[in-house]
């Protein structure tokens, strides 16, 4: 790889490249593979603490939205959070960030949705401004007021704050590029769901969908509707919406960890979606419900329970997942004039991605031409 300024020049044979360029400075990869940094395009990393006595319970037969009806899962993080200062968020969110930059992530998005009430909605974002600022990782904001219902409102009156009140002030703070809703009977149903994401279009912002992981809740034909730029889980998608993605610009973002953290059986059709030449994104919806950080542990996930392969695999994670966030000219490839975001790997071919499970690959992580992990850790 040749880099300039923090970009691809160019990606060629070692000899051909000693021979055009002389470089200032050179990186060794020897014995090592070079792919495009990770793209993480679904995450919910911002939001204090951990839920693993749901986990357990769940692990005992209760399900999701079970827990969910009882005040208990999102509202358990939602009371937290709204008891949480901005300092703590942060110092929170950065440690995990970390993480995910030392697994090979160098572009990750992040939702709100732990405030469902505007201040508490800002303040979510606002931190994530502050890890934009204070992380070398690229950073994508979401805006996902919409992700529950608060207990002591109905569906019309949250959804009229969300549209009235947050939508706005989001738009107006330049706070989020995108705004998401949870589409899911029980949850906001697809009257509600698309008239939040028309409210984000009208405010300027992009839509996304949390669509179909429980039942087939209209999310992927809202996505298809509105041209949404992903609809992420698809778990129980109408074929037919599936296949009409071919024709519109909806990238679908499938996110195994999340269907495995459920310990459920049912996964997204991933293979269906590739034979009909979708672009499929994997993600790995880090959440409390879901503790899976890092996609090289999505992309064995994926090789396992979806079927996927190498290839298909590490084109969800790079291109198609940059593609999800509509980064795809900057990132996810090794191009020329793209950024020089790069995860050098320990591994003998690209064919290790998916079939190694938990080895810690990562040598070094490269954001814009700079090194930032080396030897699998952090340098400062
Ligand atoms: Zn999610």
Same mark, same amino acid.
């Given at each position: 790889?040749?880099?300039?300024?923090? &970009?691809?020049?160019?990606?060629?044979?070692?000899?051909?490249?000693?021979?055009?360029?002389?470089?200032?400075? /050179?990186?060794?990869?020897?014995?090592?593979?070079? $792919?495009?940094? %990770?793209?993480?395009?679904?995450?919910?990393?911002?939001?204090?603490?951990?839920?693993?006595?749901? %986990?357990?319970?769940?692990?005992?037969?209760?399900?999701?939205?079970?827990?969910?009806?009882?005040?208990?899962?999102?509202?358990?993080? !939602?009371?937290?959070?709204?008891?949480?200062?901005?300092?703590?968020? $942060?110092?929170?969110?950065?440690?995990?960030?970390?993480?995910?930059?030392?697994?090979?992530?160098?572009?990750?998005?992040?939702?709100?949705?732990?405030?469902?009430?505007?201040?508490?909605?800002? &303040?979510? #974002?606002?931190?994530?401004?502050?890890?934009?600022?204070?992380?070398?990782?690229?950073?994508?904001?979401?805006?996902?007021?919409?992700?529950?219902?608060?207990?002591?409102?109905?569906?019309?009156?949250?959804?009229?704050?969300?549209?009235?009140?947050?939508?706005?002030?989001?738009?107006?703070?330049?706070?989020?590029? %995108?705004?998401? !809703?949870?589409c899911? @009977?029980?949850? %906001? =149903?697809?009257?509600?769901? /698309?008239?939040?994401?028309?409210?984000?279009?009208?405010?300027? #912002?992009?839509?996304?969908? @949390?669509a179909d992981q429980f039942t087939d809740s209209?999310g992927a034909?809202?996505?298809?509707?509105?041209?949404?730029?992903?609809?992420?889980h698809l778990v129980h998608s109408?074929?037919?919406?599936?296949?009409?993605?071919?024709?519109?610009?909806?990238?679908? !973002?499938? $996110?195994?960890?999340?269907?495995?953290?459920?310990?459920?059986?049912?996964?997204?059709?991933?293979? /269906?979606?590739?034979?009909?030449?979708?672009?499929?994104?994997?993600?790995? =919806?880090?959440?409390?419900?879901?503790?899976?950080?890092?996609? #090289?542990?999505?992309?064995?996930?994926?090789?396992?329970?979806?079927?996927?392969?190498?290839?298909?695999?590490?084109?969800?994670?790079?291109?198609?997942?940059?593609?999800?966030?509509?980064? =795809?000219?900057?990132?996810?490839?090794?191009?020329?004039? &793209?950024?020089?975001?790069?995860?050098?790997?320990?591994?003998?071919?690209?064919?290790?991605?998916?079939?190694?499970?938990?080895?810690?690959? !990562? =040598?070094?992580?490269?954001?814009?031409?700079?090194?930032?992990?080396?030897?699998? &850790?952090?340098?400062?």
């Open positions: 790889m040749a880099i300039d300024r923090g &970009k691809v020049i160019e990606a060629a044979a070692s000899k051909l490249l000693e021979r055009k360029y002389s470089a200032s400075k /050179e990186i060794s990869a020897k014995e090592e593979i070079v $792919l495009p940094g %990770f793209v993480d395009p679904h995450t919910h990393l911002v939001f204090p603490g951990s839920r693993e006595e749901e %986990f357990w319970r769940r692990q005992e037969g209760a399900s999701y939205l079970e827990i969910l009806k009882k005040g208990g899962g999102i509202m358990e993080t !939602v009371n937290k959070a709204r008891e949480s200062g901005s300092a703590e968020l $942060l110092s929170i969110s950065q440690k995990r960030l970390e993480t995910m930059v030392e697994s090979g992530t160098t572009c990750v998005e992040i939702k709100s949705g732990y405030g469902l009430q505007l201040y508490d909605e800002l &303040k979510i #974002l606002r931190t994530v401004r502050e890890l934009r600022r204070t992380s070398p990782c690229r950073i994508a904001a979401t805006f996902l007021g919409a992700h529950a219902i608060p207990p002591y409102m109905s569906q019309d009156e949250y959804s009229r704050v969300v549209i009235e009140e947050m939508i706005p002030e989001v738009a107006q703070q330049s706070l989020a590029e %995108f705004c998401d !809703v949870f899911e @009977h029980g949850v %906001f =149903d697809s009257t509600s769901s /698309e008239k939040i994401l028309a409210a984000g279009i009208q405010h300027g #912002l992009t839509a996304k969908i @949390h209209g034909k809202i996505a298809n509707d509105i041209e949404a730029v992903s609809a992420d109408n074929v037919s919406e599936l296949e009409r993605m071919a024709k519109t610009s909806v990238t679908p !973002v499938v $996110l195994p960890a999340s269907s495995h953290s459920l310990l459920s059986n049912a996964y997204a059709p991933a293979t /269906e979606m590739l034979a009909a030449g979708l672009p499929v994104a994997l993600g790995s =919806d880090f959440s409390p419900s879901n503790w899976v950080m890092g996609m #090289l542990t999505v992309a064995a996930l994926a090789a396992r329970q979806l079927r996927m392969k190498s290839e298909e695999i590490i084109r969800g994670i790079t291109i198609n997942a940059a593609r999800a966030l509509r980064m =795809d000219r900057q990132i996810g490839s090794l191009s020329r004039g &793209k950024s020089a975001d790069l995860v050098l790997l320990k591994a003998p071919s690209y064919k290790r991605i998916g079939y190694a499970y938990g080895e810690g690959m !990562v =040598d070094k992580v490269l954001i814009a031409g700079k090194v930032q992990v080396n030897q699998g &850790k952090r340098v400062n």
